[in-house]
Structure formats: C-alpha cells, structure tokens
C-alpha cells in the first residue's frame, strides 16, 4: 500500500503530488498537461526535487485541513523539535474572478523547538531531460530554461537551498514557487493572506455540496480530487494528474492521462452535479461546443488536449527509469484516433440538466439542443458498428456491446429531451430508432448461455461496462438478465471484492490488477437488484483501500491491496461519490439517470 501514498494540491490551473516526508515528487507547471518540472515519481535521480526535511532523523503524519486541499505534513524529529509543512496552490475569488495562478506556496512552520532543515529546490525541463539552471536576485531564485520564469521566492538564506545545507528553523518560514509573474509585495502576508482566502474558498465550495448523510468526509474528500481535476480555464476535465504510472507491475500498461477523456469528463462533471455543483457542467458544455465547432459531420474523437488540441502524439521518454523502474514512461496518447462510439451517448446525458433541472437557467437553449440533435444523429450513424471500445483496444476494432448501448442511450435520452421541448415529430421518430436498437441488442448482445452481456455482439466474454445498463435505464431493477448477470460477472470478473474490466487477454496479455470504478459499478448494480447490505459491506472495504488521505488511483491488486495505475484516478472518485449516494436513497432523481438514480425506488432486499 505504500506506493502511492501521495497527497495532491493544486487550484484548477495545475497540481503537485506530494509524498509523506514532503517531497513534491510531481508538479506540472504551468499547467497540467506540461513538462514537469518536478518528477522523482518517475526518476528519482533525474526527476528533479523540491524537499524539505530535518538534519536528523524524524517521522512524518499527513492530513488535509479540513474540507480543503491544503495539505500539512508533521515532523517529529529525534531531537524533540517538530515542524509542520503547509503545501497549497491559491485560489480565491478575487476582482469577481478566480485567483488560480501556477504557484506553490510552502509554509515552514515550527512547533516545538527550534528544528533545523533543509530545503532542495532543483527542476528539470523536458521531462526531466536537462536540470534548470538557477540565477539568484536578493530574494529569490529563478530558473532558467522555461518559457516564462520560474521563480523561488523566500525569506530562508538562498545559499542554505542553493548547497542544501541545514538552516535553523527559528521562525516560520515562506517558500513560494511561481510560474510567470512573481508575487508582488512581502511574502509572509501575501502567504498568509492566500493561505487564509484559499482555506475560506475550499471550505465554502464543501458547504455548497450536497451530501448523503453517510461517508460524509470520503465523498467530500472525492469531490474536492474531483475539482481539482477541472481546468477551469477551458472546461476540460482531465481523468487524472499524473502519467505512467503502471496499472499492474511489468505489465507495460503505462499511459498519460493529462487529457481530455469526453467519456471520464461526462462522469465527472455527472458526480459534480449530482452533489450540486454546475458550474464545471456548463464549462465542460462550452468545451464541448469549441471542440464541435469546426467538425460539421460532427465526428468526435474520445480524448482530446486540454485547450482542445486534436493531435496527442504518443512518445517514449527513454531518459526515465519509470515509476518503480517500470518502463515505458509515455507522454501524449494515440487514442485521440480512435473510434470509441460510447462518447455520444455520454455526451447527451452529460447536458441533460440544461433541459430538465429548474435549478439552472439555460440562455441558449436551442443552441444546447443544436449539440444534442448532431450528438444524436451520430450515434444514430454509429450504432452497431465496430470501434476500439471503452477500454480503447490497439490491435483490431469489434462490435462492443457498450458501445452500442451508449448509442442506444442517446437516442432514448434524446427523444425525451425532444419531447419535453415539444419537438413531438422527432420525438417520434428517436423513440422509434430506440426501440430498433434495443431490439437488437437484446438479440445480439445477450448470450443466454452464460446468462451476460457479452462484450461484442454475439460474444462470449464478459465486460464489467455491461453493469451500468441498469443505471442507464436500460434494464430495470426487476429484469432477471440483472441478476443472472450480477451472478456470473461475480463468478468470472471478481477476485475479493474487486473486479476487473475482462479477463481474456488484449494487446498487453491477460490484466493483472482490478479497475477501482468497474468495483464501483458493480456495488451500484446491486443496489439496483435490491441487494443493499451486501453493496454496502462491499463498499466499506473497497473505500478502506484508499490511501492515508483518502485517494485512489485507477487500479489495485486484490491479493495485496496495492493500488496501481495514474493517480488521483477521476473515475475511481467518481465511483465512490456515485455509490454513496445510492445508499439508503429511495425515489427518483430525473434529472441525472445515469448518476445513477432513476424514476423507480431502489427496494432494499434482504441479504
């Protein structure tokens, strides 16, 4: 469990992982998707660091302030002394703006004694390829080999971080690290100053979620990962901060997830909304509508940059050694072309709110409809034709059965977003072409013999994404297809309480790790089959295997409870907001029925 035990801070501009004993081991500046300019994750030689720690030996804890992403690490060193690390990137309203530069602030704080420590500030470029080159001012060090400045403003002696020698922590002290333009003014009220606003930000955007009156603290705690997953500056949601970190050891599965999944944002901004936040919705909306515009047939690739570029060529960094040695570290991703036909049907019930929750005040709606109309007649063109799959297959494209569900769901969701606008001629027609697709896919997809969705049409391997045709609408709770599925995805995708996506083997060989939100979703399948004890006993173990602060990245072995994968994965958070909300809800939630309550009561069934 030790792997990953990393906290993450950042302001929806950028983010930085930060191990037990303080090191930023992951930064990307100036934002996310960018060369870091720390990454010890991946090299510790050649990562560059930015370390504080004592002269004599210590142990370390970790905690967030509470309802924050301000993250403080505590020494207790051998000599009585202690100190605390205050790490956070500003953010605040300010000037009827969001204030979210690319900035680390770190606070040196003693609190018993008067420890000393050390402080190592040594960037890299190009992926760690070169280290920056520091020229010192009065009061600073800045970098050289950047785009803009990189700057390390302080009031600690510049030749104590220059050398790496020992200084006395007398008082508290202040580190900040800009991208661009530095600070202006004198940095312990400027710190303090940001560090109060930022906690004041944090703690008014938790009062503003609606939560279930259970796992408060793990769904609040996934929310804030999921906010700061937002790139507030385009809309773009990416699925998680980090790049190749292995989803199982020797495995080769290393990609970069600094991207722009349409299918992990629609499950992000799904969650968001259903706590109450709409804001990231309608950005992601506008995100949607810039990246469309130039597209007439409407064509849509999966996964696109963060300020919407198209092309994210895939290549090898050789100079690294990898995260725990494993190779190849990547960076860009060649499933920007691919052909997943899963997207459109994710994308019309990601703008669903606009047309049926009261809460919002849509200005432009028949431009909104304008997006759904093309999203519609897409997946129209798409159904039942062969494509890379939700789990973005290399070597050959089938026909998926999610994948053409998804195309099923937005026809279905299209007609009623159609019907309520009073659009009854194509209303018509949509839940016509619906009703073509489920018939074949009931004739298709299902394979009686083993009781399951098939992955591909007339298939005989089982696909964990099958599970959420219960939260889509597509199978009701007292459909006897659910539970024969339920029964025989537990028999041959779980180990423990985990499940894997599938089991025969891909491009890669056979998967060796669980995915964290295929879990989810099976948790949330039995909630529906009225299953809730058992969903909720399940659920309390999986969320346990989260690390120290509460995060979870995108796979775990089930032998060892070891989690694997990029880190923090947005889809593992998701799964747990959405499974937490199920619980003990009973009635209907119209306006989001693929997060995933729907116009039935869910009816809790003995266990």
Same mark, same amino acid.
């Given at each position: 469990?030790?792997?990953?035990?990393?906290?993450?801070?950042?302001?929806?501009?950028?983010?930085?992982?930060?191990?037990? /004993?303080?090191?930023?081991?992951?930064? %990307?500046?100036?934002?996310?998707?960018?060369?870091?300019?720390?990454?010890?994750?991946?090299?510790?030689?050649?990562?560059?660091?930015?370390?504080? /720690?004592?002269?004599?030996?210590?142990?370390?804890?970790?905690?967030?302030?509470?309802?924050?992403?301000?993250?403080?690490?505590?020494?207790?060193?051998?000599?009585?002394?202690?100190?605390?690390?205050? #790490?956070?990137?500003?953010?605040?309203?300010?000037?009827?703006?969001?204030?979210?530069?690319?900035?680390?602030?770190?606070?040196?704080?003693?609190?018993?004694?008067?420890?000393?420590?050390?402080?190592?500030?040594?960037?890299?470029?190009?992926?760690?390829?070169?280290?920056?080159?520091?020229?010192?001012?009065?009061?600073?060090?800045?970098?050289?080999?950047?785009? /803009?400045?990189?700057?390390?403003?302080?009031?600690?002696?510049?030749?104590?971080?220059? @050398?790496?020698?020992?200084?006395?922590?007398?008082?508290?002290?202040?580190?900040?690290?800009?991208?661009?333009?530095?600070?202006?003014?004198?940095?312990?009220?400027?710190?303090?100053?940001?560090?109060?606003?930022?906690?004041?930000?944090?703690?008014?955007? %938790?009062?503003?979620?609606?939560?279930?009156?259970?796992?408060?603290?793990?769904?609040?705690?996934?929310?804030?990962?999921?906010?700061?997953?937002?790139?507030?500056?385009?809309?773009?949601?990416?699925?998680?901060?980090?790049?190749?970190?292995?989803?199982?050891?020797?495995?080769?599965?290393?990609?970069?997830?600094?991207?722009?999944?349409?299918?992990?944002?629609?499950?992000?901004?799904?969650?968001?909304?259903?706590?109450?936040?709409?804001?990231?919705?309608?950005?992601?909306?506008?995100?949607?509508?810039?990246?469309?515009?130039?597209?007439? @047939?409407?064509?849509?690739?999966?996964?696109?940059?963060?300020?919407?570029?198209?092309?994210?060529?895939?290549?090898?960094?050789?100079?690294?050694?990898?995260?725990?040695?494993?190779?190849?570290?990547?960076?860009?991703?060649?499933?920007?072309?691919?052909?997943?036909?899963?997207?459109?049907?994710?994308?019309?019930?990601?703008?669903?709110?606009?047309?049926?929750?009261?809460?919002?005040?849509?200005?432009?709606?028949?431009?909104?409809?304008?997006?759904?109309?093309?999203?519609?007649?897409?997946? #129209? #063109?798409?159904?039942?034709?062969?494509?890379?799959?939700?789990?973005?297959?290399?070597?050959?494209?089938?026909?998926?059965?999610?994948?053409?569900?998804?195309?099923?769901?937005?026809?279905?969701?299209?007609?009623?977003?159609?019907?309520?606008?009073?659009?009854?001629?194509?209303?018509?027609?949509?839940?016509?072409?619906?009703?073509?697709?489920?018939?074949?896919?009931?004739?298709?997809?299902?394979?009686?013999?083993?009781?399951?969705?098939?992955?591909?049409?007339?298939?005989?391997?089982?696909?964990?994404?099958?599970?959420?045709?219960?939260?889509?609408?597509?199978?009701?709770?007292?459909?006897?297809?659910?539970?024969?599925?339920?029964?025989?995805?537990?028999?041959?995708?779980?180990?423990?309480?985990?499940?894997?996506?599938?089991?025969?083997?891909?491009?890669?060989?056979?998967?060796?790790?669980?995915?964290?939100? %295929?879990?989810?979703?099976?948790?949330?399948?039995?909630?529906?089959?009225?299953?809730?004890?058992?969903?909720?006993?399940?659920?309390?173990?999986?969320?346990?295997?989260?690390?120290?602060?509460?995060?979870?990245?995108?796979?775990?072995?089930?032998?060892?409870?070891?989690?694997?994968?990029?880190?923090?994965?947005?889809?593992?958070?998701?799964?747990?907001?959405?499974?937490?909300?199920?619980?003990?809800?009973?009635?209907?939630?119209?306006?989001?029925?693929?997060?995933?309550?729907?116009?039935?009561?869910?009816?809790?069934?003995?266990?």
């Amino acid at each position: 469990m030790g792997n990953l035990d990393l906290g993450i801070v950042g302001n929806c501009q950028f983010s930085g992982l930060i191990d037990r /004993q303080a090191s930023v081991v992951w930064c %990307c500046l100036p934002r996310f998707d960018a060369s870091p300019v720390f990454a010890s994750l991946l090299d510790a030689d050649k990562g560059g660091a930015f370390s504080v /720690q004592p002269a004599r030996s210590f142990t370390t804890t970790q905690e967030y302030v509470r309802n924050t992403c301000v993250l403080v690490t505590k020494f207790e060193v051998e000599d009585g002394t202690a100190f605390d690390v205050i #790490d956070f990137a500003p953010r605040f309203l300010k000037f009827d703006r969001y204030f979210r530069p690319p900035c680390l602030v770190r606070i040196l704080k003693p609190t018993r004694g008067t420890p000393r420590v050390a402080v190592r500030c040594e960037p890299t470029t190009d992926y760690g390829r070169a280290r920056a080159q520091p020229t010192t001012g009065s009061n600073h060090i800045a970098y050289l080999g950047y785009d /803009q400045e990189l700057r390390l403003t302080c009031d600690t002696g510049l030749t104590h971080i220059l @050398d790496r020698t020992p200084f006395l922590l007398d008082e508290t002290r202040y580190l900040i690290l800009t991208y661009g333009k530095p600070p202006e003014g004198p940095i312990k009220i400027l710190a303090e100053e940001f560090l109060e606003r930022t906690i004041a930000y944090w703690r008014t955007w %938790c009062k503003h979620c609606t939560i279930p009156f259970d796992f408060q603290d793990e769904v609040l705690r996934s929310a804030l990962t999921l906010k700061l997953h937002i790139f507030e500056d385009t809309g773009a949601v990416i699925a998680a901060t980090t790049t190749s970190i292995p989803e199982a050891p020797g495995s080769g599965r290393t990609w970069d997830y600094r991207y722009c999944w349409l299918r992990d944002a629609y499950f992000v901004i799904g969650a968001l909304n259903r706590l109450g936040h709409f804001e990231e919705m309608e950005k992601f909306i506008t995100f949607l509508r810039n990246i469309t515009r130039d597209t007439p @047939d409407s064509a849509l690739q999966p996964v696109y940059g963060i300020g919407g570029e198209r092309v994210l060529e895939e290549r090898e960094i050789p100079w690294l050694s990898g995260f725990l040695g494993e190779k190849p570290v990547r960076v860009g991703n060649s499933a920007y072309a691919h052909r997943q036909h899963d997207v459109y049907g994710e994308l019309v019930l990601s703008v669903l709110p606009f047309f049926f929750d009261r809460r919002i005040v849509d200005s432009d709606p028949e431009g909104h409809f304008a997006v759904v109309e093309r999203l519609v007649g897409r997946a #129209d #063109d798409l159904f039942a034709k062969p494509d890379a799959g939700i789990w973005e297959f290399r070597s050959e494209e089938r026909l998926h059965v999610f994948s053409s569900l998804m195309c099923w769901a937005a026809m279905h969701y299209g007609e009623r977003i159609a019907r309520h606008l009073g659009k009854t001629k194509m209303a018509d027609v949509w839940r016509g072409r619906a009703g073509q697709m489920r018939s074949i896919l009931d004739r298709e997809g299902w394979n009686e013999s083993l009781g399951c969705f098939a992955m591909t049409f007339r298939g005989n391997q089982p696909d964990a994404s099958n599970l959420l045709m219960a939260m889509v609408d597509y199978l009701q709770p007292d459909d006897p297809r659910l539970e024969r599925m339920l029964a025989y995805y537990e028999k041959t995708l779980k180990e423990g309480d985990f499940v894997f996506r599938y089991r025969s083997p891909d491009d890669f060989g056979r998967p060796k790790t669980a995915f964290l939100i %295929c879990t989810f979703w099976f948790i949330e399948a039995l909630v529906f089959a009225g299953r809730i004890a058992e969903a909720r006993d399940i659920f309390r173990r999986v969320i346990a295997r989260a690390n120290h602060l509460g995060l979870l990245s995108e796979d775990i072995d089930p032998a060892t409870g070891e989690l694997w994968g990029n880190f923090p994965q947005t889809y593992s958070h998701v799964g747990l907001i959405t499974s937490a909300s199920l619980f003990g809800r009973e009635g209907s939630d119209p306006f989001y029925p693929g997060l995933f309550l729907r116009g039935k009561a869910v009816r809790s069934r003995r266990t």
